[in-house]
């Protein structure tokens, strides 16, 4: 550390901030971009702490790069799509998924662009459970939690599924998040999409229903094939409540039904983890015990596999700025690769569960 730094940090911690007031004044006037006169604020701190964005920024667009030369339509490289037989198991998502038939596969059926985002892979993940257990299949039922915008509902209603899509009621609270990053079903058309089925189609096969996670309605109960959510449970307070939630999704089921459910799995610690907060991240130990009480219940589950995978994208963290994020240095904002992502200073990505009900 260089003497000027010393002296620096020692003339701060030695200055006598007598009241809270004082306090914000001499943080801001440490961390303010230019002075009272528009030059360079010049102080250390800000040489250390204004340039962390861009460095960022580099790393994203770095990985954004490798993304583009591995996957989707400039895929440069050319690497191979593996023949690998899809097989349920609670997972993780990993890079080798997305070099597989079965993943291409549901990006075609869905019609979206196998790109290095977990929220593709969670899509997948839904539907070749579904396909394994043979519940694609006309005229079945299906409710999705939590649904926001995603483009499930329309993809079952083309094959002739029909589907109950829910989202909390707009008045709830916790909602406004949601509404405001345009992430809620206010209507049934905000989640149709024309690519997947004709309007027709969607209005005659899929209806919308508000439901509270934490507060499942009794009426829905044993009424359907398959139940889903894509990354819902962590939002519903604890870790507890996203436990709580899994087993209630069991009781929609009808004999022989699977339910299907991703969410926030913190790979870096079995210990130290969020709870109790808007986004909670559930860790091995909670899955383990999740694993061993459904079971217990009599319900089918499969294996459970904590990798992350080893390959050099496995080790990519993404960091904000993200596509949602505003006020950063371009409106085009690198969406992938995003397979793990920091969230609040845990590395952490997505994890699938699958349950099938006893005939």
Same mark, same amino acid.
């Given at each position: 550390? %260089? ?7 020692? /003339? ?14 001499? =943080?801001?006037? !440490? $961390? ?10 010049? &102080? ?24 583009? $030369? ?10 191979? +799509? ?32 196998? +790109? ?9 993940? @839904?539907?070749? &459970? ?21 483009? $499930? ?31 809620? *079903? ?6 149709? @999409? ?11 096969? +899929? ?7 934490? &507060?499942? %309605? ?17 939002? $519903? ?5 996203? =436990?709580?939630? *899994?087993?209630? /999704? =069991?009781?929609? !089921? ?52 904590? %990798? +992350? ?25 690198? %969406?992938?690769?995003? !397979?793990? !992502? ?18």
């Amino acid at each position: 550390m %260089s003497d000027y730094f010393k002296k620096f940090i020692n /003339s701060q911690l030695s200055r006598q901030i007598t009241d809270e007031h004082n306090f914000k004044n001499e =943080l801001e006037s !440490l $961390l303010k971009l230019t002075t009272a006169n528009s030059h360079p604020n010049i &102080n250390p701190l800000v040489e250390l702490l204004r340039d962390i964005p861009i460095i960022k920024w580099n790393l994203k667009v770095h990985g954004y790069l490798l993304s583009k $030369l591995l996957f989707g339509s400039t895929n440069i490289l050319n690497l191979p +799509v593996s023949n690998e037989i899809f097989f349920p198991k609670w997972s993780a998502s990993v890079s080798k998924d997305f070099f597989t038939g079965w993943f291409r596969k549901s990006c075609s059926d869905l019609k979206i662009e196998p +790109v290095l985002h977990r929220k593709i892979w969670e899509l997948t993940y @839904v539907l070749n &459970n579904l396909e394994h257990y043979g519940l694609i299949t006309p005229e079945f039922a299906g409710i999705g939690f939590g649904c926001g915008t995603e483009p $499930l509902p329309s993809y079952f209603a083309s094959i002739g599924i029909n589907i109950t899509a829910t989202d909390l009621e707009p008045s709830n609270a916790s909602a406004k998040a949601w509404i405001q990053t345009d992430q809620h *079903i206010s209507d049934s058309d905000k989640i149709w @999409v024309s690519d997947l089925c004709s309007k027709e189609e969607f209005k005659s096969r +899929v209806s919308l229903r508000y439901e509270d996670m934490n &507060n499942i %309605s009794s009426d829905l109960e044993g009424k359907f094939n398959f139940c889903w959510s894509i990354c819902a449970l962590e939002h $519903l307070g604890s870790i507890e409540n996203g =436990l709580n939630f *899994i087993k209630r /999704s =069991l009781d929609m !089921l009808k004999p022989g039904g699977i339910a299907i459910h991703t969410t926030e799995f913190n790979y870096s610690s079995d210990e130290i983890t969020i709870d109790n907060w808007p986004t909670v991240l559930f860790r091995k130990q909670d899955f383990l015990k999740l694993h061993k009480e459904i079971t217990k219940a009599g319900f089918e589950v499969p294996d459970i596999d904590f %990798s +992350v995978g080893d390959d050099p994208i496995d080790w990519f963290i993404d960091l904000p700025p993200f596509p949602w994020d505003k006020g950063h240095y371009s409106n085009d904002l690198p %969406s992938e690769p995003h !397979l793990k !992502l920091s969230v609040d200073g845990f590395p952490s990505t997505c994890f699938g569960i699958v349950v099938r009900k006893p005939l």
